[in-house]
């Protein structure tokens, strides 16, 4: 009977090893499943934050664009009103001049 005890005994421990090593792959699976699970969340976050970046950097630049625009405008409007005061300043002057030139006088 040594001979059965010790298969039995052989027997059991091969059961248990299987035991152990299909419990140590259902926990590697999970482990996968779980870290899969957590590189898609990450790489999700990630891209999720990188249109949010890109979102804020495009309204900064609109808006530097938008500014740049009024600031040129200001210039342009601010430029345009100076010639207008030359013109309304020396409007008599030319007015003058040209009515001499077209009509001298007779001296």
């Known amino acids: ?54 979102q804020l950097v495009l309204e900064e630049s609109r808006s530097q664009t938008q500014e740049a625009r009024k600031e040129i405008l200001h210039r342009a409007q601010e430029q345009a009103d100076q010639w207008e005061k030359l013109f309304q300043k020396n409007r008599d002057q030319v007015l003058e001049f040209i009515i001499k030139a077209a009509f001298p006088s007779p001296e």
């Open 1 to 54: 009977m040594p001979v059965e005890k010790t298969l039995t005994t052989l027997m059991a421990a091969e059961a248990e090893a299987r035991k152990i090593v299909e419990e140590a792959e259902k926990e590697a699976r999970e482990i996968r499943q779980r870290t899969e699970k957590e590189v898609k969340q990450i790489v999700e976050e990630a891209k999720k934050q990188e249109e949010e970046e890109t």
